[in-house]
């Protein structure tokens, strides 16, 4: 017998697709620079790096608030792990796929390996409400917390080898192209779920009307845009970077 469909919220696509298109543009200066034809530094320039951060949050946020929907929509484990597996077998592709081109740089917990990860958490921390918001918050402040244990253990120095940096209990940052530590990053999983049970039980309207108007002309046409982008944000990620990394390749040969 085929699953019964739950409604989606097409505020939380919006969001989500938003976080795309930004991801996107993002993605395609960073792939100027990597051509030649734009001279900045992504990795110590705030304008950048702020821009990152701000896309990861936006991005987890949304998952958090995904993972709050599914919840109280009754999602069983099975299909928890059906979606999971994609998520995972999408950042093994991811880091093979950086390996051919940056194979000294390689993604090998960035946002996809994180995301994995934090659902199993988020998922199991979904009864425990009224904890989300303080855990969330510890988890926001590791990155000043994190320096101050290296301080004091010399053992620390263990959570910067590759075994265990996907902790994010790091003194400094591994060189890779993408890197999503469990921590900080649970703690806006977290607040996202947290966000998204609190207006289901309390605005549960709020959630459904938002975003369900279509008004004409563009407007409704970018909105649509947003929330299809939003509703196949994992197919959109895998191919985004292989086509414009080979369109610009193709453009660089006439050069």
């Known amino acids: 017998m085929p699953r019964p469909q739950t409604p989606r919220f097409a505020c939380v696509d919006m969001l989500r697709g938003l976080a795309m298109l930004w991801m996107t543009l993002f993605h395609f200066c960073f792939d100027l620079q990597y051509f030649g034809y734009l001279q900045t530094n992504f990795y110590n320039n705030p304008v950048w790096t702020l821009q990152r951060s701000a896309i990861v949050s936006l991005f987890v946020f949304c998952a958090g608030l995904g993972q709050a ?3 109280q929509q009754g999602q069983d484990w099975p299909r928890f ?3 999971w597996r994609q998520i995972a077998g999408a950042a093994v592709l991811v880091s093979a796929g950086s390996y051919l081109v940056f194979p000294h740089s390689f993604i090998y917990f960035g946002i996809l390996h994180g995301m994995a990860a934090m659902l199993i958490l988020a998922r199991a921390a979904a009864h425990g409400r009224r904890w989300l918001w303080p855990l969330g918050a510890l988890a926001l402040c590791t ?9 004091v253990w010399a053992g620390a120095e263990l959570l910067n080898t590759p075994a265990l940096n996907w902790i994010g209990l790091i003194s400094r940052k591994p060189v890779t192209e993408d890197y999503a530590p469990l921590l900080p990053w649970i703690g806006v999983m977290f607040w996202g779920l947290a966000s998204g049970q609190w207006l289901l039980q309390r605005q549960p309207q709020a959630l459904a009307r938002w975003g369900s108007a279509r008004p004409a002309g563009w407007p409704g046409q970018a909105r649509a845009a947003l929330a299809w982008m939003g509703r196949h944000s994992l197919g959109y990620y895998l191919l985004h970077q292989p086509l414009l990394l080979g369109t610009l390749a193709l453009l660089s040969m006439g050069r």
């Open 143 to 151: 990155p000043w917390l994190a320096p101050a244990l290296h301080q």
């Open 81 to 83: 792990w059906r979606r």
């Open 69 to 71: 929907i599914a919840w």
